[in-house]
């Protein structure tokens, strides 16, 4: 087992298991809860949705980033989980970080991003 790899996946299996509490708790870890986050997906151009829409829809994400966060930790399911995390940075991207010009979340999603997607393609070739 290369050492390197673990110590990666905890990392970011912990990011994104605190990434999907803190989308369905308010408050807990700095979370914005589902009500919040159903009411920036309708702000984002996802309306057509409705609000029951965009609510079911924050849940999903943020249920497959706390299910991807363990499948890191536990070793399963790497290269999907990499794969669909790096999807969800960039719409994090597209959606929140350019639209807001802040430069450094931008910076730090792109970075993610890549990192995410390069992880994936690691994970599929030694397989």
Known sequence: ???????????????????????????FLGGVGLNNMAAFLQSSGLAFL???GTYILGAIIAL???????????????????????FI??????????PSGNWMNIMIHITLLSTLSGLALNEKATK
């Open 64 to 86: 497959l980033e706390l299910i991807a966060g363990i499948l890191l930790i536990i070793n399963k399911k790497v290269f999907y989980s990499y794969s669909f995390l790096a």
């Open 89 to 98: 940075m960039l719409m994090a991207l597209v959606l929140v970080h350019i």
């Open 1 to 27: 087992m290369n050492n390197g790899n673990l110590i990666i996946r905890i990392g970011f299996g912990i990011l994104f298991i605190w990434g999907g509490l803190e989308k369905f708790i308010e408050g």
């Open 50 to 52: 409705g609000e029951t």
